[in-house]
């Protein structure tokens, strides 16, 4: 408990530099607002009251004390179309969510299993082939995956399998109708990744001094292989996947969002980036540190739970 | 032997803090090298020999000011070493020189063998770069290499062949002073010979004083003229090198010569301590070594012995209630 | 005790030849070596690093990593059966019931994220039909045979919270855990310290009495074999070149390099010498070796067939060498 | 002088010199890895041709008509107002070029720096600050944060760049700061202090040669991942400002494939697919190469 309390104190100065960063980048060098809100020809005094209302008169420091009493007391206000932004938020996450998900954990649950099957085969043809979809996997672009997949799954010249774009689910076999093509998309492009990355882990655990001390005193290589070597593995895959759920909860989802005319968070987001919204960013921004310093906790938690030589002291 | 000692260590200590609690306060500390003195002459050697963790190494990190002490002093030739500042440090560098242990970890992979022996030459700009080459050539003529070989990189030479690089960078800027950390504990019995052997010509034939580090009692023996045993960050004796091992006093000192496993002998001849060389953060009271001791006595466990002078029995110290 | 009077030998290594595949070619790390093992006793396999030693000691088990390693040559006999001809299913279940083996790193030979409990537990119960609980009970008995204190209470903890020390003693234990009749330990007490050490080796001598192993004892101390083995085989680049009984080998050596390398040995003694004795030049490079005997480049000994022709071990007043001239034979 | 000469000496004839050459003989025995040297080389060169003016200089005119099919005249057909298709996509091949080795060197520099600094200081204020940057910049998503950078620095042609820079080097910095802290209790660092050479002296001339395996690895996976990255921005907008690159060319093509013709997209993503492709292949062989636990 005391690990944890302590692990949440270091997590502060990260927090003040995550807004910090993104209070220069989004708000204080972003779009200036003050045309937008006062449309074409103003008076001179109209300027100034805008910018004294948006803050753009007072110092770099005052601005973003302010902006961090904002984060503070979670009070994101309105965003610019109206709509409170805990209300865009509570629309925008979950679909975002149940969007990346099944995608995410099915590229490192099949990662890891494709990974442990190549390991096991090391230098045999199944390693080979695997391996060889890997660095294919890895070599193609994003977006040109899922334009393909679109165009084999959803378009008239293909299997027209598949709703376009959009998101409209009211039921179950909605939701597992749009999700499809996004959810094969990440999938088969994280599975490059992950399997590399997760054969090299294995691979690298094979050599260890223990492994043949185990065969020396005649344990099975299958049982050394998914007991022994396996477990010694977790830490590095518990790494690896917490790390990517930052990632994947906010950023991951823009590109297929965008692509596909999703409402998710990604892409509000990336609106408010380009319309300068501050509240939308000032809530997202915060939500994404303290989901960052959620995980990195989390993370050593496991991490201490798994490896028996670190200590919770 | 009247003559100002080179090398004078006094009271010298090193604590490692140990952390603990919210926010990682120091709650105690590590003693790692706890108040050792001891004087080296010019032209003599002194052996440390102890085992792993007894703070041999950290010692000698010290001499070289590699690692700061806690406490005590370091006069080297009457001046304090622990008070010079990096700069006034750098004169005193030229005379104080270090043979390391692993032959495939001091020497930089990626340079020659000769920009890695002509480096301290550079650092210290001694005489025209000609000069150097020369004493380059020199160096490895004497250790025992080619003149070629300064054109080639470590991971062509043999382990002894690599020591005997180390050596002649050390020998480089012609210092007065060794400190050799275990300098063939690495290498092959036969090879070991060969460098020790060429380590105790270049004591001889060139007046370098000499500390000499080491977990084998054998090969201190071989190099040095005393000998200095340590245990848990204290030095529990030391003495002439016949003496001590031939007489030792600790008994310590005692099972350690007797553990060293020797042709000639069977098993049954020998002292076997019992448990394990306790904890250095967790010290036993009292002297450190009586909970393995196999003489000891009530006062030990409560009052650490200091090291003191040997009367009639010889020169030399011991720290050790058996002598009061 | 004594090795003559047993019947067969336990283990008969005949002309053992291992390759491995370099970046500079083959490499031949094991050249047609035989020797063999009796019952109950302790054999002691010395040589400097890179002779072979450890890859012959792995061979027996059959562990040489392969690829590179491959054994192109020669039969492993353990009581008859040649292990070489075993298939992998069959020679795993012998290693640890037949034929263990214990290295030199107890740190990282054990692994770090089981206990020391059901790491022992699990090769008991791989080789013999035991319940967890029972598994568990014997495996607390064998860690207290091997002076664990508190052994019960030790089961549950993991390799790291164990000095080198106990971990090697674990080692011990799980060697000890199905009843070998051969246990090849690689340098068990190198990484020890020397009060350590000398615990430990007096541990294996008694137990290995009391569990009648045999004990093929791999290491570079000469020190360690002279005090701890009846027989001594000598290894220089992949051969055996001298072998013999413990006392009269290293009385007196019949091998030049066995001699040198005893005489090279710095030892305590009353006054320090002048000069250690040395064996010139170094180990030759195990991909270019000399056609004729592989120490004539350092043998002082030296004549023109060394060069030429490449000794085998024979019988030689008692030791068996593998010199054209060695040294004080009566011929 | 004596024996040790003439065994060094014999053996140097066949065993000549550096680790770079050892390096180099197991990579050329790597057939993947040559291959995909050779593929890279091609691509060079194309790219080169368009530094030079030898080629693609006409990506802009509209050469020819709507949609034109695969001809003669254009290789690759042309796009939806009739500019050729083929030199457009041998032009972005130099824009790839241009961003790859901008960012991979830049990246690479910055990581291999900071990330020394770090690992030497390990444990002090500086290794605190910089690891405190990486993590920070780190929680920040990629995109996002790039999309930031871009209207920060608005019109900028270079936003994407110094926010790819930015986020790129952090890999190769905690990569180098492991193997600092490795580098930094060898014995050779320990032997430069005790010469007197200054830290900062340590760093550059017995450290930082001592991570070129890492540095260079790294610098071709920053090179991949600034190709792909790219086309992403490009697409959403905030990329490639002026001039041509795949991923303008496959932003344009998603407007034609649902039309039914794919000539745009399929040249845009095989070129892609190609360069990164042959990337990766060298980048692994590389790195199999290089790995000092192979080469030592």
Same mark, same amino acid.
Not at chain 2, 133 to 150: C, K
Not at chain 2, 211 to 226: G, K, R, T
Not at chain 2, 231 to 239: F, K, P, T
């Given at each position: 408990m005391q690990y944890v309390l302590r692990k949440m104190l270091t997590g502060i100065p990260l927090i003040l530099g995550v807004t910090l960063v993104s209070f220069a980048l989004m708000v204080y060098f972003g779009p200036d607002m003050t045309y937008q809100l006062l449309g074409k020809n103003p008076t001179a005094e109209q300027i100034i009251e805008v910018r004294h209302q948006l803050g753009y008169d007072q110092s770099f420091i005052q601005r973003y004390l302010a902006y961090l009493t904002e984060l503070i007391r979670l009070d994101f206000g309105n965003s610019s179309s109206g709509e409170p932004v805990r209300s865009l938020l509570a629309k925008t996450i979950p679909v975002s969510l149940i969007l990346i998900l099944p995608g995410f954990l099915l590229g490192h649950i099949l990662g890891v299993l494709l990974a442990l099957a190549a390991a096991f085969w090391r230098g045999r043809w199944a390693d080979k082939l695997i391996m060889a979809i890997a660095v294919i996997g890895m070599s193609v672009s994003f977006l040109i995956v899922i334009i393909a997949f679109q165009i084999l799954l959803c378009s008239s010249d293909g299997l027209n399998l598949f709703p376009v774009r959009g998101w409209n689910v009211q039921s179950l076999p909605d939701y597992l109708s749009y999700i499809a093509v996004p959810t094969l998309a990440t999938t088969f492009v994280a599975l490059g990744y992950e399997t590399r990355f997760y054969r090299s882990v294995f691979v690298e655990e094979m050599t260890r001094d223990y492994v043949r001390t185990a065969r020396a005193f005649g344990l099975s290589s299958r049982r050394i292989f998914f007991r022994s070597i396996f477990k010694n593995c977790l830490i590095p895959i518990i790494t690896r996947v917490m790390f990517s759920i930052p990632q994947v909860a906010i950023g991951g989802s823009l590109l297929i969002e965008s692509y596909f005319g999703i409402p998710g968070i990604g892409k509000a987001t990336y609106e408010a980036i380009i319309t300068g919204d501050q509240p939308v960013l000032k809530a997202v921004v915060s939500l994404t540190a303290i989901l960052f310093v959620f995980v990195m906790t989390l993370n050593d938690i496991l991490y201490r739970a798994v490896d028996p030589r670190v200590s919770l002291k | 032997?009247?003559?100002?000692?080179?090398?004078?260590?006094?009271?010298? %200590?090193?604590?490692?803090?140990?952390?603990?609690?919210?926010?990682?306060?120091?709650?105690?500390?590590?003693?790692?090298?706890?108040?050792?003195?001891?004087?080296?002459?010019?032209?003599?050697?002194?052996?440390?020999?102890?085992?792993?963790?007894?703070?041999?190494?950290?010692?000698?990190?010290?001499?070289?000011?590699?690692?700061?002490?806690? =406490?005590?002093?370091?006069?080297?030739?009457?001046? /304090?070493?622990?008070?010079?500042?990096?700069?006034?440090?750098?004169?005193?560098?030229?005379?104080?020189?270090?043979?390391?242990? /692993?032959?495939?970890? &001091?020497? &930089?992979?990626?340079?020659?063998?000769?920009?890695?022996?002509?480096?301290?030459?550079?650092?210290?700009?001694?005489?025209?770069?000609?000069?150097?080459?020369?004493?380059?050539?020199?160096?490895?003529?004497?250790?025992?290499?080619?003149?070629? =070989?300064?054109?080639?990189?470590?991971?062509?030479?043999?382990?002894?062949?690599?020591?005997?690089?180390?050596?002649?960078? $050390?020998?480089?800027?012609?210092?007065?002073?060794?400190? $050799? /950390?275990?300098?063939? &504990?690495?290498? /092959?019995? %036969?090879?070991?010979?060969?460098?020790?052997?060429?380590?105790?010509?270049?004591?001889?034939?060139?007046?370098?004083?000499?500390?000499?580090?080491?977990?084998?009692?054998?090969?201190?023996?071989?190099?040095?003229?005393?000998?200095?045993?340590?245990?848990?960050?204290?030095?529990?004796?030391?003495?002439? $090198?016949?003496?001590?091992?031939?007489?030792?006093?600790?008994?310590?000192?005692?099972?350690?010569? %007797? =553990?060293?496993?020797?042709?000639?002998?069977?098993?049954?001849?020998?002292?076997?301590?019992?448990?394990?060389?306790? %904890? =250095?953060?967790?010290p036993p009271s009292g002297c450190a070594f009586h909970p393995r001791c196999p003489r000891v006595m009530a006062v030990c466990r409560s009052v650490r012995p200091v090291l003191k002078k040997n009367g009639d029995e010889g020169s030399g110290s011991v720290a050790c209630h058996l002598y009061p | 005790m004594n090795a003559a009077d047993a019947p067969a030998p336990l283990l008969r290594v005949k002309d053992l030849t291992v390759e491995f595949r370099t970046m500079d070619g083959i490499v031949r790390a094991v050249d047609a070596v035989s020797f063999d093992i009796w019952p109950n006793e302790t054999v002691g396999l010395v040589g400097e690093s890179g002779c072979g030693k450890t890859v012959t000691g792995l061979s027996l088990l059959r562990l040489i990593p392969s690829p590179p390693g491959q054994i192109i040559n020669g039969s492993i006999e353990l009581e008859g059966l040649d292990l070489l001809s075993l298939d992998a299913g069959d020679m795993e279940k012998r290693r640890g019931s037949e034929i263990a083996m214990i290295f030199q790193e107890p740190m990282t030979s054990l692994n770090p994220v089981f206990t020391i409990g059901s790491q022992i537990t699990e090769v008991l119960r791989r080789h013999r039909q035991l319940s967890q609980r029972q598994a568990r009970e014997l495996a607390a008995s064998l860690l207290a045979k091997v002076s664990i204190p508190d052994a019960g209470r030790r089961l549950d903890d993991y390799p790291h919270q164990l000095s080198g020390g106990m971990r090697q003693r674990v080692m011990i234990a799980m060697a000890l855990s199905c009843n070998p009749k051969l246990l090849v330990a690689d340098e068990p007490t190198t990484a020890l310290d020397v009060t350590t050490q000398a615990q430990v080796l007096d541990q294996m001598r008694e137990l290995q009495n009391e569990f009648r192993m045999a004990v093929l004892l791999v290491t570079h101390d000469l020190g360690v074999v002279a005090e701890t083995c009846q027989r001594a085989l000598v290894m220089y680049c992949g051969s055996i070149v001298e072998a013999g009984k413990t006392e009269q080998l290293f009385s007196s050596p019949r091998h030049p390099y066995t001699a040198g390398l005893l005489a090279s040995i710095p030892r305590i003694r009353a006054e320090r010498i002048a000069e250690l004795p040395v064996i010139p030049g170094r180990v030759p490079d195990p991909g270019n070796l000399p056609a004729g005997c592989r120490f004539a480049g350092r043998c002082s000994h030296v004549q023109s067939r060394c060069h030429q022709e490449r000794p085998t071990l024979r019988s030689v007043n008692g030791n068996a060498v593998a010199c054209h001239y060695p040294l004080g034979a009566d011929i | 002088m004596n024996e040790f000469s003439s065994v060094a000496g014999a053996r140097a004839v066949n065993r000549r010199n550096s680790i770079w050459r050892k390096v180099l003989r197991k990579f050329l025995a790597d057939r993947t890895g040559v291959a995909g040297l050779a593929a890279v080389l091609v691509y060079f060169v194309a790219a080169l041709g368009v530094w030079c003016g030898w080629w693609g200089t006409d990506w802009a005119d509209l050469g020819g008509s709507k949609w034109e099919a695969v001809s003669a005249a254009h290789w690759f057909g042309t796009n939806i107002i009739g500019q050729d298709i083929f030199s457009r996509a041998i032009y972005a091949t130099s824009t790839a070029f241009e961003v790859g080795v901008v960012v991979a060197v830049l990246a690479t520099i910055i990581g291999g720096v900071l990330g020394a600094f770090a690992g030497f200081f390990a444990g002090s204020w500086i290794d605190e600050l910089l690891l405190w940057a990486m993590n920070v910049l780190d929680a920040i998503p990629f995109y996002l944060f790039v999309a930031a950078v871009a209207y920060s620095l608005a019109g900028s042609p270079y936003a994407m760049h110094v926010a790819m820079i930015t986020s790129f080097w952090i890999g190769t910095g905690r990569l180098v700061r492991g193997e600092v802290i490795k580098l930094r209790n060898m014995e050779y660092i320990e032997a430069a202090y005790a010469i007197g050479l200054s830290r900062f002296m340590i760093i550059f001339r017995h450290i930082l040669p001592n991570t070129s395996h890492i540095l260079l690895v790294q610098a071709s996976i920053a090179f991949v991942s600034a190709i792909k990255a790219e086309v992403i921005l490009s697409f959403l907008g905030i990329g490639i400002r002026d001039g041509m690159s795949w991923g303008l060319m496959i932003e344009e093509s998603t407007k034609e494939v649902l039309a039914g013709f794919y000539n745009n997209f399929i040249a845009a993503s095989l070129l892609m697919f190609g360069l990164v492709m042959a990337f990766n292949a060298l980048s692994d062989a590389l790195q199999d190469a290089m790995d000092p636990r192979k080469v030592a």
């Open positions: - | 032997m009247n003559a100002e000692p080179l090398v004078q260590v006094r009271g010298l %200590s090193k604590y490692f803090p140990i952390h603990g609690g919210l926010f990682r306060r120091v709650v105690a500390g590590l003693k790692a090298v706890d108040d050792v003195s001891f004087v080296i002459h010019a032209g003599r050697t002194l052996g440390l020999v102890g085992e792993s963790g007894c703070g041999k190494s950290t010692l000698g990190r010290m001499l070289l000011r590699l690692q700061e002490p806690t =406490a005590g002093q370091v006069l080297f030739a009457g001046e /304090d070493l622990t008070r010079l500042d990096r700069r006034q440090m750098l004169a005193y560098r030229q005379r104080i020189q270090a043979v390391f242990q /692993d032959p495939y970890g &001091s020497l &930089s992979p990626r340079r020659t063998v000769g920009q890695t022996v002509r480096e301290p030459l550079d650092v210290h700009r001694v005489g025209t770069p000609g000069d150097r080459q020369q004493r380059v050539d020199e160096l490895l003529a004497f250790v025992g290499l080619s003149a070629q =070989a300064a054109h080639r990189y470590p991971h062509e030479f043999s382990g002894g062949q690599r020591q005997r690089i180390g050596i002649a960078r $050390a020998l480089a800027l012609n210092p007065q002073f060794l400190v $050799a /950390d275990e300098p063939v &504990s690495a290498l /092959d019995v %036969s090879v070991q010979s060969q460098v020790l052997n060429l380590i105790v010509r270049l004591q001889r034939e060139r007046g370098i004083a000499l500390l000499f580090i080491s977990h084998d009692l054998a090969v201190v023996q071989h190099v040095s003229d005393d000998i200095g045993v340590m245990y848990l960050g204290r030095l529990v004796e030391i003495a002439p $090198a016949g003496q001590i091992l031939t007489a030792p006093r600790h008994p310590y000192t005692e099972a350690l010569i %007797s =553990a060293v496993p020797q042709i000639g002998r069977r098993m049954h001849s020998r002292i076997v301590l019992g448990g394990e060389v306790p %904890s =250095a953060r967790t | - | -």
